[in-house]
């Protein structure tokens, strides 16, 4: 018994509630450093107000990857946690541009960036429960076109309202302008309504025809287990990691201590021992025979496919690079391009609305090239064409140093577009068989640790480096954005050559 084709319509409802996700991604990712900064956050502030969305990413995603693999309800296995999801981002988005404080705006961030997570990371393991392995790669690029397009009329909204109505751009110091305040509210219906589509318009596998479908695989998943994962950490080597762990993350936050260094840097090095004290726990659990929701999560972290081992140091420096984009363009371009950093003048709203477009810019060529990506890739591999998309992102980034104009601040976007269309697909397609099909779901939620990491890092070392070696000048943060992006796109070369990636219909 196999998994049937789909057609090309009933993937276009399986991705369709992305639209939605991404809308709202978008304008989170576009707005919130000027909401802050609007609040009254300082510009080596802004990282570590940031710090919840990479946080909740890391603790909600392989969590609800797992229960998502073991949940079975009239909805079916992923769409009840699509549907809640959904629910909470709306409500999250309503309240975000009304928030009347700075420590009030970062936990409703922090709310709606959990949120999100709890709707897409199961979408990612949908594609590998409903699609046949040839079909997967379309199903993630379908995924990327839905990104794309969410993103750009998320991103817009604000310059939209503020040149075709009259809603208002500018407003009193510690307001948020009418222009943002309504971007919010339309993202929030949009983001229900879209994933209300996928939950109602597509069907999931019964748990027998996935058992049938996974009897039938079993052969090609021992295959895969055996030469893609460990046979088993052991508990010796468990316990050992999570005391080398704990060790560094002690000892580099003594030294933070001891010299005074930005008490945003204890956020990593303290999570490096409460990741470690969490390695220990599970392996002594496992050592007394226990086995649970937890000793599985903690000891399947360190039987991760080496396929995927690899790509986690690519997607590291990506989002690295992504992160520094999202948190500093807005301060880039104010400073940089229009001079300004008074919040509460013409010149910086109508800067910031710029940002706005330049988003819509990037995320409407990821759009565009999304089903370019896989042609590409037939022609010359799967790790060549996301070398080259990532080596355009990174050119395109480090030039927002030398242009002046405005308008110019176009050409770089383009680049960064097609690297941003390549992030969301590529690694999932060259990932997705290796995964053992019974934990697909965390194992995507896993994947997205490296998606998250370097966040944390971005969050908890920018701000510092900005603020100590370049004088509080956000551009250069643009410029290490882009260069981390180029060494993503060689890391790429370290993936297995042997995956092999169908990118056909």
Known sequence: ??????????????????????????????????????????????????????????????????????????????????????????????????????????????????????????????VGDNLPDEQRALGFVMQSFFIGTGAVVGSILPYLFANLS???????????PDTVKWSFYIGGIIFLLSVLWTVFKTTEYTPEELLAFEANSKKNTEDISNSETESGVTTKKQFLLGVLFAAIGGLISFLIFENSLAKEL????????????????????????????????MTDLLNMPRTMQKLAWVQFFSWFALFSMWIYTTQAVTQHIFGTTDTTSKVYNDAADWVSVLFTVYNGVAAAVAFLLPVIAKKVG????????????????????????????ILPML????????????????LSGA?????????????????????????????????QFFHNEPIYALIIGGVSMIFAGLLTLRVNSRTKIEIHE
């Open 1 to 126: 018994m196999e998994k049937r084709k789909l057609s090309f319509w009933e993937i276009w409802n399986m991705s369709f509630g992305f639209l939605g996700i991404q809308f709202g991604f978008a304008l989170q990712n576009a707005n919130t450093s000027r909401i802050f900064e609007t609040l009254g956050a300082k510009i080596d502030d802004i990282p570590i107000l940031w710090i919840a969305a990479p946080v909740s990413g890391l603790i909600i995603q392989p969590v609800i990857g797992y229960f998502s693999d073991r949940t079975w309800t009239r909805l079916g296995r992923r769409r009840p946690y699509f549907l809640i999801g959904a629910i909470l981002s709306s409500i999250a988005l309503f309240v975000m541009p009304n928030s009347p404080t700075l420590w009030i705006a970062a936990g409703t961030l922090w709310i709606m960036d959990a949120s999100i997570n709890v709707s897409m990371e199961p979408f990612r393991a949908f």
């Open 166 to 176: 009259d809603l208002n751009n500018v407003a009193p110091k510690g307001i948020i």
């Open 266 to 297: 204890y956020i990593l090095f303290i999570g490096l021992i409460f990741m470690g004290a969490l390695f220990v726990i599970a392996s002594q659990l496992r050592t007394k025979k226990v086995q649970n929701g937890f000793t599985i999560i």
């Open 382 to 409: 799967v790790r060549a064409t996301h070398l080259l998309a990532l080596c355009a992102g990174g050119v395109g980034l480090i030039s927002i140093y030398f242009i002046g104009d405005k308008q110019m601040l």
């Open 415 to 430: 680049g960064v577009g097609i690297a941003w269309a390549s992030i969301l697909s590529m690694p999932y397609a060259m």
């Open 435 to 467: 995964l053992p099909a019974a934990k697909m779901g965390y194992y995507m939620g896993v994947f997205n640790f490296f998606v998250v990491i370097p966040q944390i890092v971005a969050a908890t070392i920018l701000g510092f480096v900005i603020k």
